[in-house]
């Protein structure tokens, strides 16, 4: 009975340690912190109406700046049309006059023949002279058409873009694991002096686009054909998915739960493949969704452009709900090229966002805001002769930016500040595109024409 005792008292001291312990951590951490976020919260609640009261005045102001813009746009073409009925009453009246003029003469002819046929005058008779050759000539009648105005169709989709943007609200919780990802690196890796070729794999595609790591144990990579493949990372082939719209996918990765994303250009889709099905993630309306990128967040970048291919943007998904849209610098103007040409896309370990405008030749970084930091248009050398037009890009641990220069058959390496560091050349790189890295900073390279998929160690 006492040897009971004794382990009782020693649970029981221990567990009133631990319950001064946890008041402790309590009082002086634990409640502090929620009332500064219940403190918070109320505080954004109590803005709440008042900040959007803003929004909705600026708007109110937008629509009353283009109401006049608008007034003197009619007002303008209103004066347009009277300058020209003006003109046109003049010509009408000018050939008029000249008609009158024709009349007023065949009447005192008229009167003349009148006169010499009352008359038995022989002199008036002999010289008679005919008018009759002259009055034959008649002018042509004169029909001058209205002017017409054309009113142009409205496009809706336009005129809202044209107006402005509205960025959704964004939310900042964050998931531990995701805060985990996005502890800094501390450790400092320098380049190599000459990567190394380290594995080829033999994909089977003709032209490999799109190239993502999931694991250490598996890649995944796509071509021009309506399928994605699955290989371990010394080439052996796993799986293959069939896309569903059976078009090939613009783009792949891979989400935080290592599920497969892929963007149909055909559907205006992005879909998810998990557990075998494929499921519907984002469908667009009026734009097509091309290249895919998962944020340090859990977030998904799309890049995509307008139907009519004259407008391109970037759009942030939360889940299936648009949060961020990224198309305009400060002043207004499109950060990216108009058109349907790739436009890869990766997010840095500072949280920019860059994107290779290949119809731009340019690589654009803006910041986490969608605020236009830098571009790079290429760096000059006497061995590269091709003009600048980036495909694939990614970043690696070092926040280093890497892009594929598909027609001068090499991927250049800059800072995160947009400095060139150097080319990777050698490896037998014949042209580059689709480009991505594992946990360790390997590059995985996709050759386009040969369809092989080169990893590539360039860090010591």
């Known amino acids: 009975m006492g040897h009971i005792f004794v382990d009782v008292s020693t649970v029981y001291k221990a567990k009133k340690d631990n319950i001064e312990k946890d008041t402790e951590e309590i009082v002086k951490n634990i409640s502090p912190t929620y009332e500064e976020i219940a403190s918070d919260l109320e505080n954004q609640l109590a803005n709440l109406d008042r900040g959007y009261e803003k929004i909705t005045t600026a708007m109110s102001k937008q629509g009353e700046q283009w109401h006049r813009e608008i007034d003197i746009v009619v007002n303008k073409m209103k004066t347009e049309i009277t300058e ?17 003029e024709i009349q007023a003469l065949i009447k005192q002819t008229l009167l003349a023949i009148e006169e010499i046929t009352k008359s038995t005058e022989v002199f008036p008779t002999i010289e008679y002279s005919s008018k009759i050759r002259e009055f034959s000539k008649v002018p042509p009648k004169i029909e001058v058409s209205l002017p017409t105005f054309i009113p142009k169709p409205t496009d809706h989709e336009k005129l809202h873009s044209l107006f ?15 805060l985990s990802l996005n502890k800094p690196n501390t450790s400092s890796r320098e380049l190599l002096d000459e990567p190394e070729l380290l594995v080829t794999i033999h994909t089977g595609y003709e032209h490999l686009c799109n190239i993502t790591y999931q ?18 990372c010394k080439g052996s082939l796993l799986q293959t998915i069939h896309t569903k719209s059976g078009n090939f996918p613009s783009d792949i990765t891979v ?24 499921e519907e993630l984002i469908r667009l309306q009026g734009w097509m969704p091309c290249k895919l990128c998962v944020t340090s967040t859990g977030d998904l970048l799309v890049t995509m452009f307008s139907n009519d291919e004259t407008q391109s943007k970037v759009v942030c998904y939360l889940g299936s709900t648009a949060k961020q849209t990224i198309q ?7 950060l990216y090229s108009g058109n349907k040409f790739i436009k890869y896309i990766s997010e840095n370990r500072n949280h920019d966002i860059s994107v290779a405008d290949c119809g731009a030749g340019a ?27 980036p495909c694939g890009i990614t970043t690696d ?8 220069d598909s027609d001068n058959h090499c991927i250049h ?28 900073d390997n590059l995985f390279v996709c050759e386009y024409i040969k369809g092989n998929v080169k990893k590539i160690k360039y860090l010591k």
């Open 255 to 278: 989400d935080y739960d290592e599920y497969l994303l892929y963007s149909n250009w055909s559907t205006r889709t992005v879909y998810k493949v998990k557990n075998g099905k494929t």
């Open 397 to 404: 641990s070092q926040s280093r930016i890497l892009t594929s």
């Open 164 to 178: 402005g943007q509205i960025t959704p609200f964004i939310s900042t919780a964050t998931k531990n694991k995701v």
């Open 413 to 440: 390496i800059l800072d995160q500040n947009g400095q060139f560091l150097r080319y990777i050349d050698n490896c037998e790189l014949e042209d580059p595109y689709g480009l991505c890295v594992d946990n360790n």
């Open 84 to 100: 020209i009925k003006v003109k046109h009453r003049d010509l009408l009246q000018k050939h008029l006059d000249e008609i009158k």
């Open 328 to 334: 305009f610098d400060y002043e207004g103007k499109p």
């Open 363 to 389: 690589v654009v970084v803006v910041n986490q805001d969608g605020k236009l930091k830098w571009r790079y248009t290429g760096h000059p050398s006497v061995t590269k002769n091709e003009p600048f037009k």
């Open 215 to 232: 694991n250490e144990d598996r890649i995944w990579a796509s071509g021009k054909i309506n399928n994605i493949k699955c290989f371990n």
